[in-house]
Structure formats: C-alpha cells, structure tokens
C-alpha cells in the first residue's frame, strides 16, 4: 500500500488550497493596515514554553502535544499555539523595549495538537493571529476584535457570531475560583472532574457533558465577581465594540482552553460547522510575560482557525471560482522536436511578460496536447509545427471561438499581451 498522510492530517490540494491562501490573505489584510508587523518564529520550541505559557493543567499541554528529545537531549514541542512563541521572541529580542509600545504582531503559520480527529478537528492545522503587547487599554482589546470581525465580513461570511466574556484579574479571580471550587465541591461528579475542580475549577465549566451542564446549573459567575478595575475595563471594551457597530453575546459561561487569559476574552464561532463551531478566539494574557520570566506586559490577541473558516465558507456556498486568478492563460502546443525548444522559450517569454503560460510537456500529438490546453483553462493555445517553424510564425488559436490565425513568432508576445491585457 502507498503510504498515507498521518491520522488528523490532511493535504490542501489545487484548486481548493486557493481558498486557504485567500482566506489567510483576507484575515490578516485588516491586522496589517492597523500597524501589525509580520512574526514568524521557529515551529517548535522549548518544552518548557509552552509547558509555562498556556499551563500544565490544560488538556493542550497534558494531552495534546508534539513532544520530543531531539538528539542532543532537549525536549522539544512542535507549537500547539502562537502566542507563547510570539511573547518569547519579543522577551528574546527586547522588542518591548524599542521606545514604542504596544508592540504589534501578526502572523500565520502550522500548528500541532493530539487531538481526536473529527471535521474541523486536526492535529495539524492552520492559524493566522495577531498580538498587541505592552498595552493596558481597552481601545487595544475592541481593535483586536474589530479586525477578526473585518477579516471575516472581507471574506463575506454572515454567520460569524461574537461571544465575549472577561475573566478577572489577579485581584478578583482568586476570590472568584475559591467561590467556584466551593460550589463545585458540593456536586456529585466523578473522579477525574473532582480532581479538576483542584487544579483547574474554571475549566469544569466548559465541561461539554449534558449530564455535568445540567449540575452546573447555579454556579456562580466571574462577572458577579468582579473588581471594580476589572468591571469598568470589561464595561467600556463592551460600549467601544457597540460604538463601532459590532454585534456580540455576553457570554459568562465562556471559558478558553489556555491558562494564560487574564481579563477580556472572546470567540467567535460558525454554526455551520457541527461540534467544533469555534472559527477564532482570544482575549487578554496580562500575566504571560512575566509566567516566562519578563517584566510585566499587558498584552491581549487572538488566532483564527483557517481549515475552519473555510469549511464556514464552504457552509455559506461562499466560494466561485478562486483558481482563476492562478489560471493559465496561454498554453503552448510544440508538435516536434525543434517545436519544443522554440516553444520553451516562447513560453518563458510570455511568463517574464506577465502572462500565466504553460506547455505541452511529453512529446504529445496534436490531439493529446489540446486536449492539455482546454483543461488548463488557457484563454489561448499557441500551436506550433514543423511547417510553422520554417515560415517564421505560430498558430494563434482562441479556444473560446475556435478562431485560428498565424502570427509572426517575433509578434506572438505583444499579440497576446494586448488581447489579454484588455
Ligand atoms: P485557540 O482557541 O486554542 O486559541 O485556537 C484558535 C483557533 O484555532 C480556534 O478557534 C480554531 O478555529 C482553531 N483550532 C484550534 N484547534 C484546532 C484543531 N485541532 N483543528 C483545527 N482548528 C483548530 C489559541 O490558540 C490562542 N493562541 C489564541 C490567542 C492569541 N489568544 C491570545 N492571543
């Protein structure tokens, strides 16, 4: 048998890998107009990064990552996420010192989890993100969302919903996760839930089981506990997202998979999509910097899912025809030997003039080759023979017409450049 890309992972192929590379330009488009400059950081890291950054206690860093020794003994992780790479390089390369803060990043890039594979659920796949670091102000929090917001109407999707929450502080969240263990303490769950209610109450919450939901009926709520720096901060990010137009649920029950969450926190989610409904998500992470050894540097960002946001596309039937901006547009026919080279030549011709041209390739008849020229979607096949080459010029065929005429070789280009150009 021939061997099979491993389980959880898939191959963008042509022409449907068009739409990864469209929806990546068109989700950061709007981070890159706002001042974010492009990151990108090696593809693993450190254990201990991401083991420090997102938390020891969550499914990501217990479960789900890449881990290796790599042959001089250090342990290695492929990155489950970006943001503890992205707050290392900048501790690395003291770009929070630079004289300019926040300091904005984007970026695009594979990611790696172990987990069960399912629609929309890979163990590799792809995010673009986006970080704003060395900032406390609420402006920087509704930024972030209004661009994910943008990104996604640029790509036309209407079903994008926008779920916020906070999550305390330093303050408020110790008083909250003490009044959070309380209750859950009281509830009859199994083993693995209640040794979880010790180390990671919070996460009890997102617990998906209908029969845990319903027992968690009267928990209490964050927002109920709340400082009052924490309460103002949620209030005015909530009235700058309304004044600039944007549509969202509070959600107080939202919980993110990742320790590092201080404060404001959002997702956006597609009901298209069945289970794994969350296209993006981020919030504020006040405390990583100083988690992975650095001063201290509010920053907040988010990554958006591309492999599903263009299964949210595909759910909206928003795609048409993405390859033809990557489609040929010229396709060179050479019947013979002496064809082929001229033909060569021809055809890198017309692709340093700016045209997409491609060739015949195989020493194919006449009938094979057009057969080429109609499947690449080529507006024009340049046909030459034997005959053709001794009188110095090329059959110009419109495949849309069928219309045929012989062109001067030394003409052919500028021909061909003026008819498509129009
Ligand atoms: P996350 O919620 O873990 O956040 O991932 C963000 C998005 O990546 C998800 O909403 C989803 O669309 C996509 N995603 C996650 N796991 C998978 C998977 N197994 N298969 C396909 N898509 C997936 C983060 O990663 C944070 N670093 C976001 C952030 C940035 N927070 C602050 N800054």
């Known amino acids: 048998m021939t061997l099979q890309a491993p389980k959880g992972t898939f191959d963008w192929l042509p022409p449907r890998s068009e739409r990864a590379l469209a929806v990546r330009e068109a989700l950061t488009g709007p981070a890159r107009r706002a001042g974010y400059g492009y990151i990108e950081t090696p593809v693993f890291e450190d254990t201990a990064l991401f083991v420090r950054g997102v938390g020891e206690s969550t499914d990501i860093v217990s479960k789900e990552m890449y881990t290796f020794e790599d042959k001089g003994g250090r342990s290695i992780t492929l990155r489950p996420e970006g943001t503890a790479s992205v707050v290392r390089a900048v501790l690395q390369h003291g770009l929070h010192n630079n004289g300019q803060l926040p300091v904005k990043l984007w970026y695009s890039g594979s990611q790696f989890r172990y987990e069960r594979a399912q629609k929309g659920r890979y163990r590799h796949f792809w995010q673009v993100g986006a970080e704003?670091?060395?900032?406390?102000?609420?402006?920087?929090?509704?930024?972030?969302?209004?661009?994910?917001?943008?990104?996604?109407?640029?790509?036309?999707?209407?079903?994008?919903?926008?779920?916020?929450?906070?999550?305390?502080?330093?303050?408020?969240?110790?008083?909250?996760?003490?009044?959070?263990?309380?209750?859950?303490?009281?509830?009859?769950?199994?083993?693995?839930?209640?040794?979880?209610?010790?180390?990671?109450?919070?996460?009890?919450?997102?617990?998906?089981?209908?029969?845990?939901?319903?027992?968690?009926?009267?928990?209490?709520?964050?927002?109920?506990?709340?400082?009052?720096?924490?309460?103002?901060?949620?209030?005015?990010?909530?009235?700058?997202?309304?004044?600039?137009?944007?549509?969202?649920?509070?959600?107080?029950?939202?919980?993110?998979?990742?320790?590092?969450?201080?404060?404001?926190?959002?997702?956006?989610?597609?009901?298209?999509?069945?289970?794994?409904?969350?296209?993006?998500?981020?919030?504020?992470?006040?405390?990583?910097?100083?988690?992975?050894?650095?001063?201290?540097?509010?920053?907040?960002?988010?990554?958006?899912?591309?492999?599903?946001?263009?299964?949210?596309?595909?759910?909206?039937?928003?795609?048409?025809?993405?390859?033809?901006?990557?489609?040929?547009?010229?396709?060179?026919?050479?019947?013979?030997?002496?064809?082929?080279?001229?033909?060569?030549?021809?055809?890198?011709?017309?692709?340093?003039?700016?045209?997409?041209?491609?060739?015949?390739?195989?020493?194919?008849?006449?009938?094979?080759?057009?057969?080429?020229a109609d499947r690449s979607g080529a507006g024009y096949a340049v046909i030459l023979g034997e005959r053709d080459i001794a009188e110095g010029v090329a059959q110009v065929k419109d495949l849309a017409s069928g219309d045929q005429t012989a062109v001067p070789l030394a003409e052919i280009v500028t021909m061909l450049k003026e008819r498509l150009d129009k």
């Open 132 to 372: 704003a670091l060395g900032s406390e102000d609420p402006a920087l929090d509704a930024e972030l969302i209004l661009l994910a917001v943008d990104g996604y109407a640029a790509l036309g999707l209407t079903g994008v919903r926008l779920l916020v929450n906070t999550l305390g502080d330093k303050v408020c969240r110790p008083v909250y996760r003490a009044a959070l263990q309380d209750f859950l303490r009281g509830l009859d769950l199994d083993e693995a839930t209640r040794a979880r209610i010790e180390i990671n109450p919070l996460r009890v919450l997102d617990d998906k089981r209908p029969e845990v939901q319903a027992r968690l009926a009267g928990a209490p709520l964050v927002v109920d506990h709340l400082c009052e720096a924490c309460k103002a901060y949620h209030e005015e990010v909530r009235s700058l997202l309304t004044a600039a137009g944007v549509a969202y649920t509070d959600d107080p029950r939202l919980v993110r998979g990742l320790d590092y969450y201080t404060r404001t926190t959002f997702e956006f989610v597609h009901d298209g999509l069945g289970s794994q409904s969350a296209v993006g998500g981020g919030g504020r992470y006040d405390g990583l910097s100083e988690m992975l050894g650095g001063p201290p540097l509010p920053s907040v960002g988010w990554a958006l899912g591309v492999d599903r946001t263009v299964l949210a596309m595909e759910a909206e039937g928003l795609f048409g025809d993405e390859s033809a901006e990557a489609r040929v547009r010229v396709y060179g026919v050479p019947l013979g030997e002496e064809a082929r080279r001229r033909m060569f030549l021809l055809v890198t011709e017309l692709r340093r003039a700016g045209l997409a041209a491609d060739m015949s390739f195989g020493g194919k008849g006449v009938k094979g080759a057009m057969k080429g």
